[in-house]
């Protein structure tokens, strides 16, 4: 089965200490998005990537770091950098190409830091 | 700036249609997503559209109309599973998503 995959799904953590949330997928797929979601919002973007080796920032970057090494894989770190780490966090990844990129989720990490 | 606007929340009855309207102003707009997401779960995908008019599919139906900035999501015979936040979302120039903050649909029997 294709999909993505992200681990775990329930992460507790104490102040201060960096953590790392797993994205994995075997679509294929180009792009990688990590998204953050807090209540009452939308979608976020922390970080994409459309190429191994190659990132960018997005919207709210300060605070996390990716890397891309392979083409299935995005981790994300939440350092202790980031105020307010506690939420929601989603990876996606899309094919590139001209015709609309359809973005498919994992599953989601919910963060809680204590 | 770029900017999408939908309800935060919408009351329906089972076996009603409910409409999700959702406006939006985006540099070199590139089509609009609807999504659904069901809480705590992540968001999976329900239509796009990149020209005006109406898309169909089943239960579901997606219209755009690009001159004045605006799409709906129409949602027939509904059913409890129904209840979900419903995502709009539209793709600019560089092909990334401006997502809104989404509507919550709540569904009575």
């Known amino acids: 089965d294709g999909g993505i995959t992200q681990s775990p799904k329930y992460l507790f953590r104490k102040e201060g200490q960096n953590v790392t949330l797993s994205c994995e997928q075997n679509l294929n797929h180009d792009a990688m998005y990590w998204y953050r979601q807090d209540p009452g919002q939308g979608l976020r973007l922390i970080y994409y990537?459309?190429?191994?080796?190659?990132?960018q920032k997005g919207d709210i970057a300060e605070g996390y770091s990716v890397s891309r090494e392979k083409k299935e894989s995005f981790p994300l770190t939440v350092t202790s950098a980031q105020k307010n780490p506690t939420a929601f966090y989603l990876c996606?990844?899309?094919?590139?190409?001209?015709?609309?990129?359809?973005?498919?989720f994992g599953p989601g990490t919910r963060l809680t830091v204590l | 700036g770029q900017n999408i606007d939908q309800p935060t929340e919408m009351t329906a009855t089972e076996g009603a249609i409910v409409q999700i309207n959702c406006t939006y102003q985006t540099s070199g707009f590139n089509g609009l997503f609807w999504y659904q997401q069901h809480a705590g779960e992540a968001p999976t995908f329900l239509s796009y559209n990149v020209l005006d008019g109406l898309e169909e599919k089943g239960r579901f139906s997606s219209f755009l109309s690009r001159s004045k900035g605006y799409s709906y999501l129409l949602l027939k015979e509904l059913q409890m599973k129904d209840s979900a936040s419903y995502l709009c979302a539209s793709m600019d120039s560089n092909y990334q998503l401006i997502w809104g903050a989404g509507t919550k649909l709540i569904i009575k029997p």
């Open positions: 996606a990844s899309s094919p590139l190409g001209r015709d609309y990129n359809e973005q498919f």
């Open positions: 990537s459309q190429i191994v080796n190659d990132f």
